[in-house]
């Protein structure tokens, strides 16, 4: 067995993503068979000794009966009505469903901007924490009533990835109706299973496509939230729901992402996963070189533009002039103060703005 089946299989605390796909059906709404089994293998692991926070999606798909909706919403309003109704079945369906086992079950909805902004972190961290110490699951999704399109996590597999580092999880495992990563989507016909992803050249010519009817991120957002997991440290095991027990036994199935060998510092996580930007400046082709790849720090005389309003000491997106986003930086300057000092080199700046733009310790790749 490979060492990251291995870390998973021992892993002491566990985050469990389950998908809209292996939770709820397009006609019948929410399958409390399917998830009485996902409970099972869950219950099993934590009487073997690990800790289960479990990141579960399906509110939106458990509020389409109900509501009389036949496709899965598209507008805003209509998936935050649908997450409303369902979000009470899935959370009773969970409840019921540990209940069996004498097990007593918190729901945790979470923004964003809960992650992103250090108090609110802080307590979600310790309530995540007072959960697992009183030995009860924590429930976790997206608080998808008040998350807005500009603060939403996007997915789950992104949340459930920053759970588990807000959590300092061990292993996450992402269940979904796909057994695994396959070289393009399984769905377009012949395509070849990835048993162990190591960095980025095991990924050379995979096309990860969109999800299915019911799900929301499809394979791309898992490649995200596997990449994410890396840089805090996390391995992470892709497998399909129905395989929950083997999963989450011995790790034998399913595709695996090794974890980086050291951890991003929380600092730099912080900047590269979960800040929330306020702003961006445009570099010309000698900056982004110099600090997406020799990690310098950003001077003014590489800077074309400046867009946003923000203040020193935010996060800011840093990026080329073709529109993409190369890094992340805590800037040292308002906006503002960037519009003077653009393109000048630093001799020609007035004495109180010759520091960097971005120190490069404050400063990271994406
Ligand atoms: N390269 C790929 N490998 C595996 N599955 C893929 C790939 N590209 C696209 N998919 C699709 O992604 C789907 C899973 O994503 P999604 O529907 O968002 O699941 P979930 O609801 O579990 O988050 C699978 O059903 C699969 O058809
Ligand atoms: N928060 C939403 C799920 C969003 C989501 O990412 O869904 P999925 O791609 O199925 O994990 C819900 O509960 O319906």
């Not at 050249?201 to 991120?217: C, E, H, K, M, P």
């Amino acid at each position: 067995m490979s060492d990251t089946r291995e870390r998973i299989a021992t892993a002491r605390s566990i985050v469990v993503k389950i998908g809209s796909s292996a939770l709820t059906d397009l006609v019948d709404g929410l399958d409390r068979t399917r998830l009485d089994r996902l409970a099972d293998a869950i219950e099993e692991r934590m009487q073997a000794g690990s800790d289960v926070i479990v990141v579960s999606s399906g509110a939106i798909g458990a509020g389409m009966a109900p509501l009389g909706l036949r496709k899965r919403p598209t507008d805003l309003a209509t998936k935050q009505a649908a997450a409303s109704v369902g979000q009470l079945a899935l959370a009773h369906a969970w409840g019921t469903s540990f209940a069996r086992y004498d097990r007593t079950v918190g729901q945790v909805l979470l923004t964003a901007h809960d992650i992103a902004l250090r108090a609110h972190h802080a307590n979600a961290q310790r309530t995540l924490d007072r959960l697992r110490s009183l030995h009860a699951v924590a429930v976790v999704n997206e608080n998808d009533t008040v998350a807005t399109n500009e603060i939403r996590f996007g997915d789950n597999d992104r949340l459930a990835a920053l759970v588990a580092h807000l959590a300092g999880a061990d292993a996450l495992l992402l269940l979904s109706d796909v057994d695994g990563l396959y070289d393009g989507d399984p769905r377009g016909g012949a395509a070849t299973m990835i048993p162990e992803v190591n960095g980025p050249a095991d990924l050379d010519g995979v096309i990860a496509g969109s999800g299915g009817a019911l799900g929301t991120g499809g394979m791309a957002s898992k490649l995200s939230a596997a990449r994410l997991a890396a840089d805090a440290g996390v391995p992470v095991l892709l497998a399909a729901a129905s395989a929950a027990d083997r999963a989450l036994a011995d790790a034998s199935v399913g595709t695996v992402f090794a974890a980086r060998p050291q951890r991003l510092s929380a600092r730099r996580f912080w900047v590269r996963h979960a800040a929330e930007t306020r702003g961006s400046v445009v570099l010309d082709d000698g900056a982004v070189q110099a600090v997406a790849y020799r990690r310098r720090s950003l001077l003014s005389a590489g800077v074309v533009g400046v867009h946003g309003r923000f203040s020193g000491g935010d996060v800011i997106d840093l990026v080329d002039t073709g529109g993409v986003t190369r890094a992340r930086g805590v800037v040292a300057y308002d906006a503002d103060e960037i519009a003077q000092m653009v393109g000048k080199s630093t001799s020609e700046l007035p004495a109180d703005l010759r520091r960097p733009l971005i120190h490069a310790d404050d400063l990271v790749a994406v």
